[in-house]
Nanobody
Framework: QVVLVESGGGTVQPGGSLRLSCAAS????????VSWFRQRPGKEREGVAY????????GYVDAVKGRFTISSDEPKDTVYLQMNALKPDDTAMYFC???????????????????WGQGTQVTVSS
């Protein structure tokens, strides 16, 4: 059974940091894309960052470039999202998702993703 479990969310003040984790079980990450998405209040779910574990390529949306870093620990089948300089607008439910290589994955086309976690809440507030 394939399971993705996110953790690390919480409440932080503006300018603070959090590190989210996405742990996989039931399969290994090594040939997959792993992405983080978020759903902000009242908005649709959107992609944030991806990593291609075969070669380590990463990509970010403009809103988080320079502040967020996606990384992996393959022996642990875990992907992280380090979030720095957090803003109130980063408040959202954050999800990880995995996809086999195919068109649209790096553009965060959600229908191209095969498995999703349940999400972890991040709240940025003073």
């Amino acid at each position: 059974q394939v399971v993705l479990v996110e953790s690390g969310g919480g409440t932080v003040q503006p300018g603070g940091s959090l590190r989210l984790s996405c742990a996989a079980s039931g399969f290994t990450f090594s040939t997959l894309y792993v992405s983080w998405f978020r759903q902000r209040p009242g908005k649709e779910r959107e992609g944030v960052a991806y990593i291609f574990l075969r070669d380590g390529r990463t990509g970010y949306v403009d809103a988080v470039k320079g502040r967020f870093t996606i990384s992996s620990d393959e022996p642990k089948d875990t992907v992280y999202l380090q979030m720095n300089a957090l803003k109130p607008d980063d408040t959202a439910m954050y999800f990880c998702a995995v996809a086999w290589p195919r068109d649209g994955v790096t553009d965060f086309v959600q229908q191209q993703y095969d498995y999703w976690g349940q999400g972890t809440q991040v709240t940025v507030s003073s």
